[in-house]
């Protein structure tokens, strides 16, 4: 079965990553690659590694109204740039949006693949999770929907690499001169992963969010994400992981591990590792989960997501082994 699929902002870094995920994808066949700034140039000239059959695949100006026979699309555009485009696009052709114009948007289902899956499959409008709610929110699942935390006064502390900014979007001070040998805060108190977390901390435990606390930080790497969450709860660190394991029984994707998870195990993967401590006698759990940032945190699990929509099985194309070192 070949299921025809097309990339918009396939030359920034997570429209990249989908490409190189669809050209090994069993039944993704890639027909329509669109960006800005790459238009007119082919395929293996913006990536000289593609496979020699897209390599003469022209990139496009992206124009919703000129779009060929398409079954699935993969929009990977700047937030803010995508909501008319694909406002355009007919309902025949199934959307996932790596961008963040759509999260929890009506019309649309929240991706979060390894928690709802169920809650996808079938949709035609998926939202891909930002990378910091995909990191954050995997690692939380478990504990809210058991009720071993508080969904309250969540303080959340989370390290990104520079491909987090994108391709399109950096400037001077993701440059190697500032990033290298550097750490930097940003976003403080109104970044733009904020609303979709908390209502995802909502949705899953049944209270209130209120008093949410996340600061993510850019760190010298290329890729990963590692997010350490302080929560209130009374439950060992034993029955935390435990609960995890139940959670995530038979999902392919969510590895429960004992010890804190490195963010170079999930380098190049689909791949969520979750892990916690708990002290119940000073009420403190910690969650940790790690992700690449481009893999789980944007077109992993956009495939999975389109995986789901179209029927698949879930690791279709997403079951190579992570990169190292």
């Known amino acids: ?13 997570g429209g990249g990553e989908a490409m190189r995920l669809v050209a090994s994808h ?21 990536f000289p590694g593609v496979p020699a059959k897209l390599a003469e695949l022209v990139i496009e100006k992206w124009d919703p109204a000129t779009l060929p026979k398409l079954d699935v699309l993969f929009a990977s555009l700047p937030t803010g740039a995508s909501a008319e485009a694909l406002a355009r696009i007919p309902k025949n052709v199934k959307i996932v949006d790596i961008g ?8 649309w289902a929240y991706g979060l693949a390894d928690v709802w899956p169920d809650q996808i499959e079938g949709q035609i409008r998926v939202a891909n999770p930002g990378c910091f709610p995909a990191a954050t929110l995997n690692a939380l699942a478990p504990l809210l929907a058991n009720k071993l935390i508080e969904p309250g006064n969540i303080v959340i502390d989370a390290k990104t690499g520079i491909s987090g900014a994108g391709r399109g979007g950096a400037d001077s001070k993701f440059g190697y001169a500032e990033s290298n040998e550097n750490l930097v805060p940003y976003g403080l108190l109104k970044h733009v992963h904020m609303p979709e977390m908390a209502k995802t901390i909502e949705r899953l435990s049944g209270g209130s969010a209120a008093g949410l606390v996340f600061t993510p930080h850019l760190v010298p790497m290329t890729r990963g994400v590692l997010a350490t969450m302080y929560c209130r709860g009374r439950a060992t660190t034993e029955q935390c992981l435990e609960a995890a394991r ?13 010890k804190p998870p490195q963010t170079k195990w999930a380098t190049g993967s689909n791949l969520a590792f979750v892990s916690y401590a708990a002290d119940p006698e000073r009420n403190v759990v910690i969650a940790m989960g790690v992700v690449d940032n481009l893999g789980k945190g944007a077109a992993g699990q956009a495939v999975q997501n389109a995986n789901l929509i179209c029927g698949l099985p879930e690791t279709a194309g997403l079951d190579g082994v992570p990169v190292w070192p």
């Open 1 to 13: 079965m070949s299921i025809r699929v097309g990339i918009v902002g396939i030359s920034g870094f």
């Open 26 to 46: 069993p039944s993704f066949e890639l027909i329509y690659a669109a960006g800005e700034g790459s238009a007119g140039s082919r395929l293996v000239d913006r």
């Open 100 to 107: 963040g114009d759509h999260r929890y948007v009506e019309g």
């Open 246 to 258: 139940r959670f995530y029984a038979g999902r392919a994707f969510v590895r429960v591990t004992d």
